[in-house]
């Protein structure tokens, strides 16, 4: 079965400083995909990044980027240059083969203070 | 709008009742989604559609739950004799079904339908 932790309940940031979100997984699978979302209050789940696990780069997505450890099984989402928009719930999830529906993490509220 | 969307955006009902929940997803996508979020977590899987087929529906609480999607595009979820733990955000997602690998296609979220049970 697969699982997803983020341990972070909360996060708090400077305007313009760069905050690292934890998350760590746990499958048997070899082969799974893992993403990031943004949710903000408003409640749509905005897609941020993705990392597939045979990736042998770290992905990046404008201020975004995935800093992933494979053998610590953690996939920790930086986020640089924080805007007060990005103030937000983020959620660490993961699919593995054979299976499409993702699996969640409990999210990290994010706030940026100016 | 080009995103997906979903009807009605709140849904208060009173417990034993019946409710159905609206996904119109972005056109052209063949895969379709339900999931469940409630207060402080994150969402819980509930039922994958590819086409007009239900083909993972492991994440169905129980009976109670059911979903549709008659012609591959709009799916409905319907849940008889609602209950106050059936309260929370219903969110649908869909996708597309590419030839780019079994791991991206990346899965587009509709805003939610926020129900709750009294």
């Known amino acids: 079965a697969q699982k997803i932790t983020q341990t972070q309940p909360g996060m708090f940031v400077q305007e313009k400083e760069a905050v690292t979100l934890d998350c760590t997984y746990d499958t048997s699978d070899p082969s799974y995909g893992l993403f990031w979302y943004k949710q903000p209050s408003s409640g749509e789940m905005i897609f941020l990044i993705y990392?597939?696990?045979?990736?042998?780069q770290n992905a990046t997505e404008g201020r975004y980027s995935l800093n992933f450890q494979k053998a610590r099984k953690s996939a920790n989402l930086v986020i640089s240059a924080s805007q007060l928009g990005d103030s937000a719930m983020y959620f660490c999830?993961?699919?593995?083969?054979?299976?499409?529906?993702?699996?969640f993490g409990s999210g990290t509220r994010l706030q940026v203070q100016p | 709008g080009a995103g997906v969307s979903q009807t009605p955006s709140n849904k208060v009902t009173e417990k034993g009742k019946y409710v159905e929940l609206r996904c119109d997803p972005i056109?052209?996508?063949?895969?379709l989604y339900w999931y469940r979020q409630s207060l402080g977590q994150g969402p819980e899987f509930l039922i994958y559609f590819q086409g007009t087929g239900a083909a993972d529906d492991s994440g169905l609480p129980n009976d109670r739950f059911f979903a549709v999607r008659p012609e591959g595009s709009v799916s409905t979820l319907k849940i008889q004799r609602t209950e106050r733990g059936d309260s929370a955000v219903y969110l649908c997602?869909?996708?597309?079904?590419?030839?780019?690998?079994?791991?991206?296609?990346?899965?587009?979220f509709g805003p939610g339908t926020r129900l709750t049970v009294l």
């Open positions: 990392q597939g696990s045979y990736d042998q």
């Open positions: 999830a993961m699919r593995d083969t054979g299976r499409r529906a993702l699996t």
């Open positions: 997602a869909s996708s597309f079904t590419g030839t780019s690998g079994p791991f991206q296609n990346e899965q587009f």
């Open positions: 056109s052209g996508h063949t895969a």
